[in-house]
């Protein structure tokens, strides 16, 4: 990776305060966090070698492939806010492929709370950690995952698993695909402090409200299906389960079951 250009093009005009490039690191995660890094930091590696997922689990990368980076930054919000800094990442990754790659725009998607999807399947992932949270100011450590020029997948992940070449059939440039998405980060972050607005842009690229769903609550293994009625401005799932109750779940994972329509994204 060229991370002069990440440097001419994020850190001289003063968006990012440094880039950290690494050949190889357990977790760019993990790194910020460790050494207590300061907002506007970012840190990419071509070699993560232990990268985290949600729910503990691995976050599989080929080397020189695909996007793993960390991004820092603090944000003056409520406790009961920090999800928005989720949503709001989510939403700023799929607006910049949304001018990357024109053609994929009528198969982006968002998937509850975070994923963002290529034809149903996953291309990315986002793993937050905000560890001061009783501050006013919060810092937050956006862990992104973005499959760019992957063509191998894991066995367990393949059938919903994608990347920009999978979908598109050409390489597309690293560098080049950071360089924007920082960009449409910085350039709206006080959507994080008016959740009505955000949620409604993001609800706006979801693939499954009105949906039938699967969803499994990851800390207990529970599961149940049901029909998707919104997403709530707390970011909380809204579950119409099968015996007709109307649910909100604030952690977990979906599938959706329509057949041909983002089936076991
Ligand atoms: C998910 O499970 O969907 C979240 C995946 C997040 C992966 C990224 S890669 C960069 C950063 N470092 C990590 O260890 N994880 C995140």
């Known amino acids: ?14 968006l990012l305060k440094e880039v950290i490039w690494l050949d190889e690191v357990n977790s760019t995660n993990e790194y910020a966090a460790a050494r207590n890094l300061g907002s506007d930091s970012l840190v990419i590696t071509d070699n993560q070698t232990g990268g985290k997922g949600r729910f503990g689990r691995v976050w599989h990368s080929t080397p020189g492939k695909n996007i793993a980076m960390s991004l820092v930054k603090s944000f ?15 939403l700023k990754l799929l607006e910049s492929l949304l001018k990357t790659h024109v053609h994929l725009n009528d198969k982006l998607a968002l998937k509850w709370p975070n994923d963002l999807m290529i034809n149903g399947r996953k291309t990315a992932g986002l793993l937050m950690d905000c560890r001061d949270l009783k501050n006013p100011v919060k810092k937050i450590i956006l862990g992104i995952g973005l499959n760019v020029n992957e063509s191998e997948f894991h066995a367990e992940i393949r059938h919903k698993a994608t ?30 402090n008016d959740t009505k607005e955000l949620m409604g842009r993001w609800k706006s690229h979801c693939c499954h409200i009105g949906m039938p769903v699967r969803f499994r609550l990851l800390t207990d293994g529970e599961e149940k299906n049901g029909i998707v009625k919104d997403i709530g401005d707390d970011g909380s799932l809204k579950l119409e389960t099968e015996d007709g109750k109307l649910l909100s779940y604030y952690s977990g994972e979906i599938s959706l079951l329509l057949s041909g329509m983002n089936s076991n994204a």
């Open 1 to 14: 990776m060229d991370t002069g250009i990440l440097q001419y093009k994020l850190v001289r005009p003063g």
């Open 76 to 90: 003056r919000i409520g406790v009961d806010e920090v999800h928005n800094a989720g949503f709001y990442t989510s």
């Open 163 to 192: 990347s920009l070449f999978a979908e598109t059939g050409s390489e597309s440039d690293l560098e080049g695909q950071i360089v924007s998405f920082i960009n449409e980060f910085y350039s709206e972050t006080d959507l994080i």
